[in-house]
């Protein structure tokens, strides 16, 4: 099985070395333990956008490798045709298939970075939601 990954934001735990710090008031076990909590929904965040990118520039490599397979095809294709009309034909269809081919790959890689960003905002999101609901409740025990 695989080690858990060290948090590289946490060298140290803050939480042993507050522990004797008594603050009138203040629950420091609980305030460390959001706090941590905090640094955890973070580094869960940057994986994911990490993740997502990785994605992204696997996919670029992917459409460039297919393009320059497309762009020898289309050169052979070409290099066959006899008649200027035909070649002209032919590189006006090519070149439409191209385009629509490269809106296409542009979309997928928009649509890959859109949802690795969600994701990413989406843990950070909700890990704010549940820190003021930490605060508030502090303050309600009051």
């Known amino acids: 099985m695989a080690q858990e990954p060290k948090n590289p934001f946490m ?9 004797g710090v008594q603050m009138p008031g203040i629950d420091m076990n609980a ?8 640094i955890e929904a973070l580094t869960e965040a940057n994986r994911r956008a990490y993740e997502g990118m990785q994605a992204v520039m696997t996919r670029q490599a992917e459409i460039f490798k297919q393009t320059m397979e497309e762009a020898a095809a289309m050169s052979r294709e070409m290099a ?5 009309e035909e070649m002209v034909a032919k590189q006006t269809e090519l070149a439409r298939a191209a385009f629509e081919r490269a809106l296409s790959n542009m979309r997928e890689l928009a649509e890959m970075v859109t949802k690795a960003n969600r994701e990413a905002t989406d843990v950070i999101n909700k890990r ?5 609901a930490e605060v508030r409740s502090l303050y309600m025990k009051k």
């Open 128 to 132: 704010i939601a549940e820190s003021l």
């Open 31 to 38: 305030m460390m333990s959001g706090y941590s909590r905090n």
């Open 80 to 84: 066959t045709q006899k008649k200027p």
């Open 11 to 19: 060298p140290m735990d803050f939480s042993k070395m507050m522990a």
